[in-house]
């Protein structure tokens, strides 16, 4: 199972406390997953209509940036593991 | 009891402000989506506890919430908002921008929601870039109603100052199929057959300040306003001058009269009187604050020309806020109360028609919206 942090916000939309768990070996895994599980957070992630991410959100691992990876790479191992969790990040944005 | 329900949307949050009939004392609940932008909230009039919610932020995008008990729980419902396309072809066409090139049609946010008056399911959503969506599935899924932005018109607007937006929607109170729609700034629209095709109605919208004023398209329309016993009169809050037309919007001339500024966002119409007519002038386009650092409601009884301010209980020193254009609204209670909320934060309730005035709330986030629910 892949563990999935969430910011405040989309956690209050989903009504969940904590982390999430789901079951996905890749990105877009894990963002359909997500979706599937709580519907509330369709288009939130990425644009309902192009299926882009959207420019303020991120995706972090194991201290590295995985927004820019391809939706089919797969997950850092620790993350397959249960070792760390996947973070969707609201980017700092403003001044 | 009677009471009201008042629903405010702000920029960072909704908030619910509950009274009985007597309109003084007032119940104000902790903030629904803090630190979201809540463009507008709407009670539906076929059932008054079920309240719409655009909820939106630069991080996370649009959603729409719907409470089915009055706005104490929300759940999401869907936040779908496609294009169709138009004219057979693939995508959803163009606009124009605003330096004059065509830019493709995208959704950026629902501006306005406005609930069916017989079905609790149905809704429609003014959107930006200026569309008009329905529901009649209780918001699960939205379906643009095309036609209007299929209108031969629609490569040609140019979005205003906020965006090219639909902002205003008024539903006929008798006749379904007859909807009037504003959209800055190409101006306002009529169907008659539900949505599937629109009528610009901007004839006698004369600005000095654009180049083509008898254009049929191009008008930078702030808000409309209609008595449900006179369907056919129609107020409007121009970008310049306030504007009335008494045929369905096929025609329409000023009704400024003494008005202090000819700049303004909101119009309401009276609960019980179709002649009296609530705006709030501001200081010109650029400066978008009330003139002489004084918040002035003006009342006209004779539906435009002649204004009288309304300023008992409103700060009349050192104001300088603006009330944006879906921030005003009217119960109907007997005696009407009148309510608006300011860029500063404050919400005001008059229970006499405008005569006296006292702030419900003095220093919530930026109001984007107000509207009433008379219970």
Redesign the interface.
């Known amino acids: 199972m892949t563990r999935v942090v969430l910011p405040y916000h989309l956690r209050h939309l989903a009504k969940v406390d904590g982390e999430l768990t789901v079951e996905a070996s890749t990105l877009e895994q894990v963002l359909d997953a997500l979706e599937t599980q709580h519907p509330a957070l369709r288009g939130t992630l990425r644009d309902a209509t192009t299926g882009k991410r959207r420019p303020f959100v991120r995706f972090y691992a194991c201290q590295e940036d995985l927004s820019h990876q391809p939706p089919d790479a797969p997950l850092p191992d620790a993350v397959l593991r249960g070792d760390e969790p996947f973070l969707v990040v609201g980017a700092m944005a403003g001044g | 009891m009677a009471g009201v329900r008042v629903l405010v949307g702000t920029r960072k949050g909704a908030f619910v402000l509950t009274s009985d009939e007597g309109r003084r004392d007032w119940t104000v609940e902790e903030p629904h989506f803090a630190?979201?932008e809540v463009y507008h909230l709407k009670g539906s009039p076929a059932d008054p506890d079920r309240i719409w919610a655009s909820q939106s932020?630069?991080?996370?995008?649009?959603?729409v919430q719907r409470s089915d008990d009055g706005g104490r729980t929300w759940?999401?419902v869907g936040?779908?908002?496609?294009?169709a396309p138009l004219d057979g072809r693939e995508g959803a066409g163009t606009h124009q921008d605003y330096d004059g090139t065509p830019k493709p049609w995208a959704?950026t946010r629902v501006w306005h929601i406005e609930p069916s008056l017989t079905d609790r399911e149905t809704a429609y959503a003014g959107v930006e870039d200026a569309a008009l969506f329905k529901t009649t599935d209780g918001g699960q899924t939205w379906n643009e109603l095309a036609g209007l932005r299929g209108h031969g018109s629609g490569p040609s607007w140019q979005p205003g100052a906020g965006g090219l937006c639909l902002h205003t929607l008024l539903l006929h109170p008798t006749d379904e199929q007859r909807i009037f729609a504003a959209i800055s700034a190409a101006g306002a629209f009529r169907t008659d057959d539900g949505g599937a095709t629109w009528l610009p109605i901007n004839k006698g919208l004369l600005s000095g300040e654009i180049p083509q004023q008898e254009a049929e398209v191009g008008h930078c329309v702030h808000n409309l306003a209609m008595h449900p016993d006179r369907p056919d009169t129609l107020y409007m809050q121009k970008h310049w001058d306030v504007m009335r037309s008494d045929d369905a919007g096929a025609s329409w001339h000023e009704v400024s009269g003494d008005l202090p500024t000819d700049f303004g966002f909101p119009i309401e119409v009276h609960a019980h009187e179709p002649e009296t007519v609530y705006v709030v002038p501001i200081t010109s386009d650029y400066v978008h604050v009330v003139p002489d650092g004084k918040l002035r409601v003006y009342r006209s009884r004779t539906g435009g020309g002649e204004w009288e301010p309304l300023t008992k209980g409103l700060p009349q020193e050192h104001c300088y806020v603006n009330v944006l254009r879906d921030a005003m609204a009217v119960d109907r209670l007997d005696e009407c109360g009148v309510y608006f909320g300011t860029t500063g934060g404050q919400v005001y309730c008059s229970p006499d028609g405008g005569d006296t005035w006292q702030a419900i709330v003095r220093d919530l986030p930026s109001v984007l919206s107000v509207e009433v629910q008379t219970l």
């Open positions: 630190g979201w932020g630069g991080w996370f995008g649009q959603l759940d999401a936040n779908d908002f496609t294009y959704f």
